[in-house]
């Protein structure tokens, strides 16, 4: 199985300022064949389930606020979120979907400083 | 737009066959794979299997001996079933879509979630 591993755990930022989280999967998830990265972020706030923000590592689902964005390529991987918002406090998750079975990071929880 | 519910009881005992239903709501159940879903404290967020509209399947080798995903097309429903359980099976479980096409392996909906606790 692939294993995503998420950095920091958790962390705190203030309101505007810029957040990132960084996700490590154990083996490459670039697809030579189409040049895709089989890699989701999610968000998940208390009592929620888990929201799609990106998939193949950078396009944005639609409705996502454009601050959110991702990057990275083969086993390094960022999401980035820009201008941090109250609403924005939630655990996020990276998730891989380059072959069954699918593992999702142990999550990051991103707090206001 | 579409909308996901889980259905089932919230407390199974131990060794006994856990049961969930998801009801698929403002779009078919056709042409989309749907997976089950569960999360612990102990081991966060952990994909339990899928089922595509006409049947065919793929499970986590960890639960592939216990689970059981069938679907009922004609309900715009799609069960699991989690045979000999035990406490490490408590956990929030959910029903997902699958995204379309060589996405299809994240998850574009999801249903609330159901609390499911195994304790006699």
């Known amino acids: 199985d692939i294993v995503m591993t998420q950095s920091p755990d958790s962390l705190a930022v203030s309101l505007g300022e810029r957040a990132t989280i960084n996700c490590k999967s154990s083996?490459?998830?670039?697809?030579?064949?189409?040049?895709?990265?089989?890699l989701a972020w999610y968000q998940q706030k208390p009592g929620q389930p888990p929201k799609l923000l990106i998939y193949?590592?950078?396009t944005r689902e639609s409705g996502v606020p454009d601050r959110f964005s991702g990057s990275g390529s083969g086993t390094d991987f960022t999401l980035t979120i820009s201008g941090l918002q109250a609403e924005d406090v939630a655990v996020y998750y990276c998730?891989?979907?380059?072959?069954?079975?699918?593992?999702f990071g142990q999550g990051t929880k991103l707090e206001i400083k | 737009q579409v909308q996901l519910q889980e259905s089932g009881p919230g407390l199974v005992k131990p060794s006994e066959t856990l049961s969930l239903t998801c009801t698929v709501s403002?779009?078919?159940?056709?042409?989309?794979?749907w997976s089950w879903l569960r999360q612990s404290p102990g081991k966060g967020l952990e994909w339990i299997g899928y089922?595509?509209?006409?049947?065919?399947?793929n499970y986590n080798p960890p639960l592939k001996s216990r689970v059981t995903i069938s679907v009922d097309a004609s309900k715009n429903q799609f069960s699991l079933r989690l045979s000999s359980v035990t406490a490490a099976d408590t956990a929030v479980y959910y029903c997902?879509?699958?995204?379309?096409?060589?996405?299809?392996?994240?998850?574009?909906?999801w249903g609330q979630g159901t609390m499911v606790t195994v304790s006699s």
């Open positions: 997902a879509r699958n995204m379309v096409g060589a996405a299809s392996g994240a998850f574009d909906i």
């Open positions: 403002g779009g078919s159940i056709r042409s989309y794979y």
């Open positions: 089922i595509y509209y006409t049947g065919s399947t």
């Open positions: 083996q490459t998830v670039l697809y030579s064949s189409n040049n895709k990265n089989y």
């Open positions: 193949w590592a950078s």
């Open positions: 998730q891989h979907y380059y072959t069954p079975p699918y593992t």
